[in-house]
């Protein structure tokens, strides 16, 4: 791989930059000052959705305009001062998840745990996928009397939750799964898909004519919706194509909202108190199609029966297909939602921890994250900014991780990659 050096501002071959120790900033620097900037896009892309629904935070402003001048050249030679601003990056965004909570809830209503159908209906369609629910309730109301129905796909999944989206009748359900799969998922699915943030793969010829992108989504050669007030020419495509077919596929849970599960508190804390419910994992993050991330699907499939677990992003995907049944009335499985909903499994964790007054990282809670998507990078500073020990990432480290910046995130809070699932989950449940 390469690596650009921000100091001399030339690329180096190889891990380490070959300038090192003539311009003064060596790799390990280069890789924080990367780990920021992508930090820095998760954050920018919660806050851009939070600033649609009328959120807005100076503070968040003003890091970010901080945060991306330190990046430049001849600003920042120090490990520790780099650290330093990532730790306060993961607090930022912490506040940006909040702020985009509170967003979502005061314009959508508060999710609560919900069955999502999977699958089509007869009659005409549009798939939206993305993160932006304001596209989506745009779409929904425009669809409204003229037969066309809507499914969400991937991040879009927790929409169906939300009880001012849910209202629309004419929301069927969800169709597919995570983004990687879209190639096949978008050719099977026969009308025309809505492309309303990233994740989006370049379309081939035989769907590209049904892709449309708004926001801030763009892909070459595919039509373009700037304003989303009007959404007629997707849906004039979704009636000139007509009915989809009836399929019907697995029913999918989402909607665990930290309000919605909190709820569950009194019973969750008694069960846990009188030993049936004796571990609380999070198994959630981005997907991708790089070998190993079975090794997610294997971990839900072997998590003990008295064991609670909670999941979000698309990286559920590959388990969220399952029954897992419940303990004393609380479900086993919850998903949070998308990937910044992160906050909620923050708030539920530290309210949990205060219950049984203890520290989070004295919970008899696991983290075992998937790793791909760049800002997700912002919600794994989070959770260091908060001092959350013992997580598990992977399937592998990311390539602008140095070793001795692992090294680090390893002295300071015992991280770990994943390894064998079966040894993994022994030690997890050992702590």
């Keep these: 791989m390469t690596m650009y050096c921000y100091q001399c501002q030339q690329t180096a071959k190889g891990i380490a930059c070959t300038t090192r120790g003539v311009c003064g900033k060596d790799e390990d620097v280069s890789s924080l000052m990367d780990t920021l900037i992508f930090g820095l896009k998760g954050i920018a892309a919660y806050a851009y959705h939070a600033r649609e629904l009328g959120k807005t935070d100076p503070e968040v402003d003003a890091f970010i305009e901080e945060a991306l001048f330190k990046t430049l050249t001849n600003v920042s030679f120090s490990v520790e001062d780099m650290w330093d601003t990532l730790m306060k990056a993961g607090m930022i965004n912490l506040k940006v998840m909040q702020m985009l909570d509170a967003a979502n809830t005061e314009r959508f209503g508060l999710p609560t745990p919900t069955k999502v159908r999977t699958g089509t209906v007869k009659g005409p369609g549009i798939l939206v996928t993305g993160h932006d629910f304001l596209d989506l309730e745009a779409l929904l109301e425009q669809t409204q009397g003229t037969g066309v129905n809507v499914y969400t796909h991937g991040e879009m999944l927790p929409a169906n939750a939300y009880p001012n989206l849910k209202k629309y009748d004419n929301l069927i359900g969800n169709y597919g799964g995570a983004w990687q799969k879209q190639k096949k998922e978008f050719e099977e699915f026969g009308g025309p898909i809505l492309v309303t943030t990233n994740c989006v793969l ?16 763009a892909v070459p050669g595919v039509t373009h919706i700037a304003d989303r007030k ?22 999918m849970w989402t909607g665990a909202h930290h309000k919605a599960v909190l709820s569950l508190a009194p019973a ?30 294997q971990i839900a499939e072997k998590i003990p029966q008295d064991s609670v677990i909670m999941t979000l992003a698309c990286g559920k995907y ?10 004393e009335g609380i479900p086993r499985f919850l998903d949070l939602g998308q990937c910044n909903d992160t906050y909620s499994a923050i708030v539920l964790a530290v309210e949990l921890a205060k219950a049984f007054n203890i520290g989070v990282n004295d919970l008899p809670l696991s983290i075992v994250l998937s790793w791909f ?18 997580v598990r990432v992977g399937p ?30 022994k030690d997890m449940l050992k702590a």
Excluded at 376 to 388: K, Q
């Design 202 to 217: 370049i379309p081939p010829e035989s769907y590209k004519g049904r892709l449309y992108t708004t926001s801030v989504a």
């Design 230 to 251: 009007d959404f007629s020419a997707i849906i004039k495509q979704a009636q000139q194509i007509g009915d989809l077919p009836e399929r019907k596929g697995p029913d």
């Design 268 to 297: 969750i804390i008694e069960a846990v108190k009188a030993g049936k419910v004796k571990h609380f994992f999070l198994v959630g993050g981005c997907d991708g199609a790089t070998v190993g991330r079975d090794y997610y699907t």
């Design 318 to 327: 590959r388990f969220n297909d399952k029954e897992y049944g419940s303990i």
């Design 373 to 390: 998507e760049q800002k997700a990078v912002a919600i794994v500073l989070t959770l260091m900014a908060l001092g959350i020990r013992d």
């Design 396 to 425: 592998t480290l990311p390539a602008f991780i140095t070793p001795n910046n692992w090294k680090l995130i390893q002295d300071k809070l015992g991280w770990k990659a994943i390894g064998d699932p079966d040894q993994d989950l």
